[in-house]
């Protein structure tokens, strides 16, 4: 099947220390994957090196066959989206606004949002069943509801990838299905090639087509859910015990407890 998205041999620091190291990965037309792993072990800082927003101190990333160091922002953008962790809470725009902001890449420099590209702006916000809330400004939004606000801007830009970064923190459950089944139709039915950054594994374990595990800056184990959610990786990636059994031909897990537990009694506070 035709990569997407690839990287060889990414290394990335701070301060002599390495964050990512030797990251090398290939994102499949048409899948829908899931990274994973504890704080800190990198899986942000690899969202924002495949998506350039960091430079590598070595190796490569190739978006559609083309290096993408060399790409032009327009040209990057029109292939690729990403939605980072957080977007500012407080921006006073109305949610129409936001969604036209994802038409840019697409417009000439003397080009206003006008005709077909206001078409792609409607077409957005009813994926996304924005368009009631179309005029609404962010700022009155509930959580979920501004998530899917920047969803819909993402959507209008009719990028072939979509990349997250935990999509669905700060949301409650029923807001967390709605966004994952918001992906979920995007992926399948538009063909939107969807990576996402996934704390919550059980989702992941639902929602995606392949796993991608990190610890300590490096990839430690891909492939499916059932090849990879199986109970010594909760030991060596998470650290916890865990029983995991099956439910609706997905594994899903549920943690007992620390692998090794801390002992509190020892600590004099
Ligand atoms: N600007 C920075 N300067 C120094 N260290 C940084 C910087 N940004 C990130 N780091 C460090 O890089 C490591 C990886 O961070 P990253 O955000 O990629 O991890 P993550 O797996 O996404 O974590 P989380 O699950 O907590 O969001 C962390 O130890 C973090 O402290």
């Not at 417009?107 to 006008?114: A, I, Q, S, T, V």
């Not at 005029?135 to 509930?142: D, E, G, M, Q, V």
């Given at each position: 099947m035709e990569n997407v998205l690839t990287s060889e041999g990414l290394h990335f620091g701070y301060h002599n220390r390495n964050?990512?190291?030797n990251f090398g990965l290939s994102i499949r037309k048409g899948e829908m994957a899931s990274i994973v792993g504890p704080n800190g072990s990198g899986k942000s800082t690899v969202l924002r090196l495949l998506t350039r927003l960091v430079r590598p101190n070595k190796g490569i990333v190739y978006l559609e066959g083309e290096a993408i160091a060399l790409m032009n922002t327009k040209q990057v953008a029109r292939k690729l989206t990403m939605l980072p962790?957080?977007?500012?809470?407080?921006?006073?725009?109305?949610v129409r606004d936001l969604v036209k902001q994802g038409r840019h890449p697409h417009?000439?420099?003397?080009?206003?949002?006008?005709n077909e590209h206001e078409d792609a702006v409607d077409w957005a916000l009813q994926m996304t069943d924005m368009t009631k809330l179309q005029?609404?400004?962010?700022?009155?939004?509930?959580g979920g509801e501004r998530q899917r606000a920047w969803i819909a801007m993402a959507v209008a830009q009719t990028p072939h990838t979509l990349l997250l970064d935990?999509?669905?923190?700060?949301?409650?459950v029923a807001h967390q299905l709605e966004v994952m089944e918001l992906l979920q139709f995007l992926n399948r039915k538009q063909g939107i090639t969807i990576v996402m950054v996934m704390h919550d594994l059980n989702q992941a374990s639902r929602y995606s087509d392949r796993i991608i595990a990190m610890k300590d800056g490096k990839l430690v184990s891909q492939g499916s859910p059932a090849e990879v959610f199986l109970p010594d990786f909760f030991s060596q990636v998470f650290g916890i015990e865990a029983n995991v059994y099956e439910d609706e031909g997905k594994p899903v897990y549920t943690p007992r407890g620390l692998a090794i537990s801390r002992k509190w009694e020892e600590l004099h506070v």
């Open positions: 964050i990512v190291e962790q957080t977007q500012d809470p407080n921006l006073d725009l109305t417009l000439k420099w003397y080009e206003e949002c006008r005029h609404r400004s962010l700022y009155t939004l509930s935990e999509p669905t923190t700060y949301l409650d």
